[in-house]
């Protein structure tokens, strides 16, 4: 029996960078024709057919810069060179500033099926200072457009954090978000990347961070206030509205199981090793105009590095880790391995061992990285 796998592809084009963004990206959308022939070519080079394609996604950049008769072209080579599982998942991330009716319908004929819709708030002095190409009302038409192409499953993007911002604020861009009764919410606490606009102002002082305390509040917020309204907060930074609502494909990531990833800077993990392409759209082509793979380094996972991101990514997720798994690649008594660790965590209230997995609390999400370093210590 074949095992199910996930494919994706980095569509690396924006209209505009956004001050926060570290993801691969160029605004050079002249090319876009040659980076869609270029990808097609990579998919012929490295299908294999031994396995069946159950979530296909779109991330970026910015996906929704790429014409319908564009996304149909890497559509049509995927169910070409692939076997494609009824059902699939196919996602594919929009901004708001980049859509109307007619391309929303587009997609919906073509074969999406779920859309990740980056709004990240409802306030336009916000968006304003994220760098975002759309103000409010683009973001209320997108939604209302998504629904009337006929999607029924929408997740948002919104993001918690900026400087000043109050719990009185965000729980206003909650509401409003929430009045859209999306299937799916993704809330990302903004971090200041190095190299991006808004981390040179944040150093140079012309920026000025949220506290630290205030950030946690802010998330502890957003996990009570979606889960009084019905949403389930299954990942750190991921809500559902029902179990099928999860994101399908990013489970994977979390979860370790396998995943094809396609375009410049994207990555793919065949379940003992990971393969990433050259960051850059004009190496990725010429790479692929010589028949050659784009690929820039290839990593064969360690023992130890295999033990480490099953609990940098099990951890993430309100599911947690599942012991006997994790027990089958160290070879040792988890419980033993870490008597340390969760002796410290159940101390504090920030997890606990239940039904074969070690969960965190919400709590303990707030320390997420101090207990993912004391795990590591230990490995």
């Known amino acids: 029996m074949l095992e199910n796998h996930g494919l994706y592809v980095h569509v690396p084009f924006c209209v505009k960078k956004c001050r926060y963004c570290d993801f691969y990206s160029t605004s050079d959308l002249a090319l876009k024709g040659d980076f869609v022939s270029a990808l097609v070519k990579e998919m012929r080079l490295r299908s294999?057919?031994?396995?069946?394609?159950?979530?296909?996604?779109?991330?970026?950049?910015?996906?929704?810069?790429?014409?319908?008769?564009?996304?149909?072209?890497?559509?049509?080579?995927?169910?070409?060179?692939?076997?494609?599982?009824?059902?699939?998942?196919?996602?594919?991330?929009?901004?708001?500033?980049?859509?109307?009716?007619?391309?929303?319908?587009?997609?919906?004929?073509?074969g999406v099926n779920r859309l990740n819709m980056g709004i990240q708030s409802f306030h336009?002095?916000?968006?304003?200072?994220?760098?975002?190409?759309?103000?409010?009302?683009?973001?209320?038409d997108a939604l209302k457009g998504a629904r009337r192409a006929g999607f029924e499953n929408i997740g948002l993007d919104l993001m918690f954090g900026v400087p000043n911002e109050t719990a009185d604020s965000w729980c206003r861009d909650m509401d409003t978000a929430l009045s859209f009764l999306p299937e799916h919410l993704s809330c990302y606490m903004l971090t200041y990347e190095p190299g991006t606009p808004l981390y040179n102002g944040f150093k140079t002082g012309r920026v000025t961070a949220l506290g630290e305390r205030a950030v946690a509040d802010l998330f502890v917020a957003t996990s009570h206030w979606?889960?009084?309204?019905?949403?389930?907060?299954?990942?750190?930074?991921?809500?559902?509205?029902?179990?099928?609502?999860?994101?399908?494909?990013?489970?994977?990531?979390?979860?370790?199981?396998?995943?094809?990833?396609?375009?410049?800077?994207?990555?793919?993990?065949?379940?003992?090793?990971?393969?990433?392409?050259?960051?850059?759209?004009?190496?990725?082509?010429?790479?692929?105009?010589?028949?050659?793979?784009?690929?820039?380094?290839?990593?064969?996972?360690?023992?130890?590095?295999?033990?480490?991101?099953?609990?940098?990514?099990?951890?993430?997720?309100?599911?947690?880790m599942d012991i006997r798994t994790f027990e089958k690649f160290s070879g040792q008594a988890f419980r033993e391995q870490f008597k340390t660790v969760l002796e410290w965590v159940k101390a504090r209230k920030w997890g606990d061992c239940r039904e074969g997995r070690f969960v965190l609390t919400l709590a303990g999400m707030l320390y997420l990285d101090t207990v993912v370093e004391w795990f590591v210590e230990e490995i």
Request: net charge negative.
């Open 124 to 140: 336009d002095e916000k968006l304003k200072f994220l760098g975002r190409i759309h103000n409010a009302a683009d973001a209320v």
């Open 226 to 320: 979606a889960g009084m309204r019905g949403y389930d907060h299954y990942e750190v930074s991921n809500f559902a509205r029902t179990f099928s609502h999860r994101s399908r494909h990013n489970g994977k990531y979390w979860t370790g199981v396998p995943y094809k990833g396609f375009g410049p800077a994207a990555h793919s993990f065949d379940g003992t090793g990971r393969s990433w392409n050259y960051r850059d759209v004009h190496r990725y082509i010429h790479a692929l105009d010589n028949d050659r793979l784009p690929v820039m380094e290839k990593e064969l996972l360690t023992r130890e590095q295999v033990l480490m991101e099953r609990v940098m990514l099990g951890l993430r997720t309100f599911d947690g």
């Open 48 to 110: 294999l057919g031994d396995h069946v394609i159950d979530t296909i996604y779109f991330g970026g950049g910015t996906p929704s810069v790429l014409t319908a008769g564009e996304v149909e072209t890497i559509l049509s080579a995927i169910h070409d060179l692939e076997h494609i599982a009824a059902g699939v998942e196919v996602t594919m991330e929009m901004n708001p500033g980049t859509v109307d009716d007619a391309y929303l319908a587009d997609m919906h004929a073509l």
